[in-house]
Nanobody
Framework: QVQLVESGGGLVQAGGSLRLSCAASGLAFSRRSMGWFRQTPAKGHEFEFVVGISASGASTMSADSVRGRFTISRDNAKNTIYLQMNALKPEDTATYYC?????????????????WGQGTQVTVSS
């Protein structure tokens, strides 16, 4: 049974930082690219790509809105990915989901992801 479990969300003031984690089990973690997406009611619950990382960790991609502020990393020995979020803005408020893609290279579209976590809420106050 595949499980992706996110943690680390919470309430933070604008300009602050948070670190999200996503622990995976039941899949060949080191052979899958991983990513973080977010969803907000204001955007009609659209899955918005945030950042992605290749299976090896050698390649990453970020959305323009978070580039330079958010960093994705992974520890294949721990089957875990991380999202370090700095300089947070109120518009970063969302439910954040980690996903596991079937490909080894970075994927930016949600349809490429096979498994999803349950989500963790991030709220940034102004």
């Amino acid at each position: 049974q595949v499980q992706l479990v996110e943690s680390g969300g919470g309430l933070v003031q604008a300009g602050g930082s948070l670190r999200l984690s996503c622990a995976a089990s039941g899949l060949a973690f080191s052979r899958r690219s991983m990513g973080w997406f977010r969803q907000t009611p204001a955007k009609g619950h659209e899955f918005e790509f945030v950042v992605g990382i290749s299976a090896s960790g050698a390649s990453t991609m970020s959305a323009d809105s978070v580039r330079g502020r958010f960093t994705i990393s992974r520890d294949n020995a721990k089957n875990t990915i991380y999202l370090q979020m700095n300089a947070l803005k109120p518009e970063d408020t969302a439910t954040y989901y980690c996903g596991a893609a079937s490909a080894t290279y970075v994927q930016m579209t949600s349809v490429a992801y096979e498994y999803w976590g349950q989500g963790t809420q991030v709220t940034v106050s102004s």
